[in-house]
């Protein structure tokens, strides 16, 4: 079925009074709110505040009881749903790439069923997971089991792109991998947002990356707006309670000086390691089966840095060993302090470092886990 | 014990390669046919559940006649020859394929049809391009049972002149050739037990390519 193309770029989208009842409590109770097209709107609060119910309520996958959602002025009750989804990209969770299909084939199905010709789709699909940086003659032909989970992820984006949709939707695409993981792909997905300068609402329930990703954050509780703004009128001005719960930096940093490194770091584990010796695309296919983004790298016992396997997938056809591609990282002792270590981290615009007890690698610090181990 | 001799000598005496071609030429149309019928009926009260119980529980009752009053049962609407026994076939065949085929599509995980709704896939679509793939191991589940099935009710089809291996068997009682029984007999098993693994090697194939549990 070929849909027409309903909007090409969003000037807005309003949400006017919007209620979505449960039996007899509200999911979502009279809202209003209004997304300003290019932006990137976070809607964040407790579980149960109505936030995903929100979200679908935009492309139609829940039906509010009373209000209206327009898009560019036009009410989407009077639009077939159908072709209000395909202009809208869709990226969830637990991204529900279909089992049966190639990734290929996955992210080519919409524009299949619109009646693209084969290498149209090829091209397509090829462009999308280079953007993603997932080289295509290593992935188009493989099933989604044979990824790790974020490259499951990125093809979840690639597939959300397919039709170049003027708007996104995204609920908690990142809240099911490990916060190494999620660091990286929050860091890419800002480049990529940058660069395809779409409008995006997107859900979460992890401050932190609201404050990284966001233009401006709505906050709900209980099925009602309490506050939207961008970050720093919410962290300045909050408007109750439960916005200066949820965006107080102040209590974070308390223990600050009292902190060491060993109190805050992620423990080590073996799966972390490579060997100085190993190939790139040995290390790819390594880490894919690890489902990690990023390793270390070890001559021995000796720590030469890390490598990142978005870095690795570029330099697939040369048989470079590790040793010549890894690349410095931080290291700390475990008895060093956490105010020291974090800007440290910061000057030197790095996430992520490693901590040494004499020669032995005991944890890994991740600047946002530590933020977050503080609240 | 039957020396090959003699084993080659039933065989030519009965007249074996023309009754194996027909017992298969009949078996064939018979589970065809059920296919075609049973994945229908399948999709179609998966499309309409309130069919699906009345549907399922009338499709039970055929299947508790027993075969040889089903296919007496028909004799008088289709006549001596193929037909009755063809028609028992399809009719004891139709439930395990539907039901697999319905169980199938109703049981395909929520999350993939939700994804599917969401990128804007029609319902139609959905069907044919995410449920009934994901449903296919199951569907093949049911055909394996009804290739089964179908077997044993072509074999019976000697009794009112179907042709097939069932009237080498039926000769060899009536005209008490044991020899004619035994290779009749074993051959028509031998058979049944290479459908059945050919059809299991699919059904395992589409598990690897569709299942995900």
Redo the contacts between chains.
């Keep these: 079925?070929q849909?027409e193309r309903l909007f090409d770029r969003i000037d807005s989208i309003q949400l006017k009074g919007i209620t979505k009842k449960y039996g007899e409590g509200f999911a979502v109770k009279d809202l209003d709110l209004e997304v300003i097209g290019g932006e990137l709107l976070i809607l964040i609060g407790p579980s149960g505040s109505g936030k995903t119910t929100t979200l679908r309520m935009i492309?139609r996958?829940i039906e509010q009881d009373e209000g209206s959602v327009t898009i560019n002025g036009i009410d989407t009750k009077n639009v077939d749903p159908?072709?209000?989804?395909?202009n809208?990209g869709?990226v969830?969770q637990?991204i529900?790439l279909?089992?049966?299909m190639t990734i290929g084939e996955n992210i080519g199905?919409?524009p299949k069923?619109e009646g693209w010709n084969k290498k149209e789709i090829e091209e397509r699909v090829k462009t999308l997971l280079e953007f993603v940086s997932l080289p295509p003659d290593m992935f188009m032909n493989r099933y989604p089991k044979q990824l790790s989970g974020g490259q499951q992820q990125r093809v979840g984006l690639a597939?959300?792109m397919a039709?170049d949709p003027p708007l996104f939707l995204m609920d908690e695409p990142f809240g099911a991998l490990d916060p190494i993981l999620r660091k990286q792909l929050q860091k890419e997905f800002l480049k990529i947002k940058n660069e395809i300068n779409r409008t995006i609402v997107f859900v979460t329930h992890d401050i932190e990356e609201a404050l990284v990703l966001g233009d401006r954050i709505a906050i709900m509780d209980q099925g009602e707006l309490v506050q939207v703004g961008p970050p720093e009128e919410l962290i300045f001005n909050p408007a109750n309670e439960l916005v200066a719960d949820i965006v107080d930096n102040q209590r974070k940093f308390k223990h600050m000086d009292t902190l060491k490194v060993k109190d805050l770091m992620s423990p080590f584990e073996d799966k972390y390691v490579l060997q100085a010796k190993t190939e790139a695309c040995d290390a790819v296919d390594e880490m894919t089966k690890r489902d990690l983004e990023t390793a270390f790298v070890f001559d021995e016992d000796a720590l030469l840095g890390q490598v990142e396997i978005v870095d690795l997938m570029k330099c697939r056809h040369r048989e470079e060993k590790l040793s010549e591609l890894a690349k410095p990282i931080k290291t700390f002792q475990p008895m060093d302090s956490v105010a020291f270590a974090l800007s440290e981290m910061k000057n030197s615009g790095e996430y992520l470092a490693i901590v040494m007890n004499s020669k032995h690698p005991v944890g890994i610090l991740v600047s946002d886990e530590v933020l977050l181990k503080l609240i | 014990m039957l020396s090959i001799q003699a084993i080659a000598n039933v065989w030519e005496r009965n007249l074996m390669t023309m009754r194996t071609i027909e017992h298969l030429h009949m078996f064939s149309i018979a589970l065809l046919l059920s296919i075609i019928i049973g994945v229908s009926v399948g999709i179609f009260i998966y499309m309409k559940p309130k069919t699906a119980n009345p549907v399922l529980n009338f499709l039970n009752i055929v299947e508790t006649i027993p075969d040889l009053a089903l296919i007496v049962l028909l004799l008088p609407i289709l006549k001596l020859g193929a037909g009755p026994t063809i028609a028992a076939c399809v009719l004891y065949s139709i439930l395990p394929i539907a039901r697999n085929t319905y169980t199938g599509l109703k049981n395909v995980d929520e999350?993939?049809t939700?994804?599917?709704?969401?990128?804007?896939?029609?319902p139609r679509?959905a069907l044919l391009?995410?449920r009934i793939?994901?449903s296919l191991p199951l569907i093949a589940g049911g055909i394996r049972i009804a290739l089964v099935f179908c077997m044993g009710v072509v074999t019976l089809g000697g009794l009112v002149a179907a042709g097939g291996l069932g009237t080498v068997l039926q000769n060899g009682i009536q005209l008490y050739q044991k020899d004619a029984i035994l290779v009749a007999g074993l051959w028509t098993g031998l058979l049944a037990v290479l459908l059945d693994g050919f059809a299991g090697l699919i059904e395992k194939k589409l598990h690897e390519?569709?299942g995900?549990w």
């Design positions: 079925m849909t492309n996958m159908v072709r209000l989804r395909r809208i869709y969830i637990n529900g279909f089992p049966h199905l919409v069923l597939r959300a039709m | 999350q993939y939700y994804v599917a709704q969401a990128i804007g896939l029609s679509e391009k995410v793939p994901m390519r569709y995900t």
